[in-house]
C-alpha cells in the first residue's frame, strides 16, 4: 500500500504512473515554457500524475463541469465507469495536476488509445476533454498536459494522434505538431444537445 | 457450441450477435435503398454480422489492405489484437459482410465506443475503417454498414457518433445525419507516415 502512495500518487491509478515518469520530455515536446514547467515540476506546490479512483472526493466532475456538462454523478456511478475504463487495459490515459496543498484536481486531459488492425496491429491516440481550473489559468498547465498526452500517444504506440478543436485554437494546438489536413472533414451527428 | 452457428456467427464474435440483429432499422435510418436490403437482408447469398476471430481465414486483413496500409500480420499477432479488443468489454463493434458462398469477408466497418465522465458518464461513438471490397462495389453496402454502425451507435448509449471524410464523401455522409460542425477542426500529428 505504502509503495502506491509513492510519488503522490493515490489510491487505484487508471495507469501505470511509471509511464508518466518514464517519459522523455526533453527529446520530443514543441513548445517552449517560459518559467520551465515540466511533467515532473508542473509548478510550486502541483503535481501531475494518472487519476485515481479517489479523485471523486478531489473535484474531478467538479472540474469537468468547467469543459461541459457533466450532471449528477453518484460514487457508484462514477467508481462503474471508472471500473470500466480500468478494465480497458491500455487505453485510458486520464492525466491530471493536483494542487497538493488542497488534494484538489486542478486540470486534466484525456488519452485515448484505439486499437486497429490497420498499419500492422497498431493505434490510435485521441486527445480529449483538457481543461484547467478557470484559477490556475495562465500557468502553462493546458500546454504541460497537451504536450505529455501527445508524447505518451506515441510512446504507448500510436501511429497517429489526433484531436478537434474549435478554429480559434488551431494556432494553439499547432505548437504540438498538430495539423489540419488537406480535404479532412470531420463530421458529427448528435444524439442529444 | 452450436449455439455460436446460430444466424452464420461464427466462433467468437466480437460482440453479442444479438445487438446486431435487434436493432430497428426501420425507424432510425435516413438513406432509401433502391433495391431494398437491410441488415437482415444485405443481399442475395450476403451475411452482416460482428466480427469473429475466424475471420483471419477468411480475408478480413486482405479486405482492410483494400483501405490502406496493413502490412503482413501473423495469426498470432491478430488473435492477439482480437484478444485485446475483446477484452475492452462493448468497445469495439466491428462489422462485417460475410458472401456466404465463398465465406469470404467482403464488407466491414467499425464504431468504436469510447468512454466518458461527461455528459453523465456517457459515451461518444466514432466510426472507422469502412471499407467495401472492390467487386462488391454498387451495392449499397458501404451505405448500409454507415446506417447499421450509426443506429447502433445510439443503442449502445453515444450522445454522439462522428467520423473523418474527405472533402468529397461530404455530401455522402450526410445523407446519415452527419454535419460538418460550424468552425469545428480535426487536427492530426503522424508519427509513422
Redesign the interface.
Known amino acids: 500500500m505504502s509503495d502506491s502512495h509513492q510519488n503522490g500518487v493515490k489510491e487505484k491509478p487508471l495507469y501505470e504512473p511509471s509511464i508518466l515518469h518514464d517519459i522523455d520530455f526533453e527529446g520530443n515536446h514543441c513548445s517552449t515554457y517560459n518559467p520551465e514547467i515540466s511533467h515532473t515540476n508542473p509548478g510550486e506546490g502541483l503535481l501531475m500524475r494518472p487519476l485515481c479512483r479517489e479523485d471523486y472526493d478531489n473535484g474531478?466532475?467538479q472540474l469537468?463541469s468547467q469543459?461541459?456538462?457533466?450532471?449528477?454523478?453518484s460514487r457508484e456511478?462514477?467508481d462503474?465507469?471508472y471500473r470500466?475504463?480500468d478494465?480497458?487495459?491500455?487505453?485510458?490515459y486520464i492525466t491530471v495536476i493536483e494542487d497538493t496543498s488542497t488534494g484538489q484536481v486542478i486540470a486534466s486531459g484525456t488519452l485515448?488509445k484505439?486499437?486497429?488492425?490497420?498499419?500492422?496491429?497498431s493505434a490510435r491516440g485521441?486527445i480529449?476533454?483538457i481543461v484547467v481550473d478557470d484559477k490556475y489559468r495562465g500557468r502553462q498547465l493546458g500546454k504541460l498536459i497537451l504536450d505529455v498526452l501527445?508524447i505518451l500517444s506515441?510512446k504507448v504506440g500510436?501511429?497517429?494522434?489526433?484531436?478537434?478543436?474549435?478554429?480559434?485554437?488551431?494556432p494553439f494546438?499547432?505548437q504540438?505538431?498538430?495539423?489540419?489536413?488537406d480535404?479532412?472533414?470531420?463530421?458529427?451527428?448528435?444524439?442529444?444537445?
Chains 1, 2 share one sequence.
Open positions: 474531478y466532475i469537468l469543459l461541459t456538462t457533466v450532471g449528477d454523478i456511478e462514477f462503474a465507469r470500466s475504463m478494465d480497458c487495459l491500455d487505453s485510458y485515448v484505439e486499437q486497429k488492425f490497420i498499419h500492422k496491429c485521441r480529449e476533454d501527445t506515441k500510436c501511429y497517429k494522434v489526433s484531436l478537434e478543436c474549435l478554429d480559434k485554437l488551431v494546438y499547432s504540438f505538431g498538430y495539423k489540419t489536413e480535404k479532412q472533414n470531420y463530421m458529427c451527428r448528435r444524439y442529444n444537445d
